[in-house]
């Protein structure tokens, strides 16, 4: 069992940054790949970002590659998302997800939600503009 806790969520006027974390339990955290999704109202949950369980490699979604950074530090069992030139239309909840342990690297290059087992609750982002 994992259990993820997300922080960081919050009000932001356009161009700005936040940095959302997702604090897990367990010690099996350096087994998990860890994703964030988002998810505004009526419409589906979207991937944003994925992190391998070794930590070295990324995967982002064309709308925030270059502007958002995953990062993870597993002694702290903890996975960020840094957000930097935020845009009104990254208005969502972000989620955080574990998926393992040990995923194939194939099924985390999919950039889907297969295998993300473990959900955090969510928090929200709103971008002003």
């Known amino acids: 069992q994992v259990q993820l806790v997300e922080s960081g969520g919050g009000l932001v006027q356009a161009g700005g940054s936040l940095r959302l974390s997702c604090a897990a339990s367990?010690?099996?955290?350096?087994?998990?790949?860890m994703g964030w999704f988002r998810q505004a109202p009526g419409k589906e949950r979207e991937f944003v970002a994925a992190i391998h369980w070794t930590g070295g490699s990324t995967y982002y979604a064309d709308s925030v590659k270059g502007r958002f950074t995953i990062s993870r530090d597993n002694a702290v069992t903890t996975v960020y998302l840094q957000m930097n030139s935020l845009k009104p239309e990254d208005t969502d909840v972000y989620y955080c997800a574990a998926n393992g342990p040990f995923p194939l690297t194939s099924q985390i290059n999919t950039r889907g939600e297969v295998g993300y087992d473990y959900w955090g609750q969510g928090t929200q982002v709103t971008v002003s503009s």
């Open positions: 367990g010690r099996t955290f350096s087994s998990y790949a």
